[in-house]
């Protein structure tokens, strides 16, 4: 990102979306190091939306940061 935002938007298709999480910093080292199942990763729930943009083209998805 260029600057800070509240949300980010993606473009999505025919997904279902269980929950969004923002990880802390490491997270990723750590997934690496013990295995998603294994590691303590301290995380954050978000509320997203999925909205219908176009059928044939494709959703957005929007994760709100706040």
Do not use: C
């Not at 080292?29 to 990763?41: E, F, S």
């Amino acid at each position: 990102m260029l600057q800070a935002t509240d949300h980010v938007t993606f473009d999505s298709w025919n997904i279902n979306i269980l929950s969004a999480e923002l990880l802390e910093t490491g997270s990723a080292i750590a997934m690496k190091d013990h295995g998603t199942r294994k590691a303590n990763i301290a995380s954050t729930p978000l509320s997203w939306e999925n909205d219908i943009v176009n059928p044939i083209i494709g959703d957005a998805l929007t994760v709100y940061f706040e």
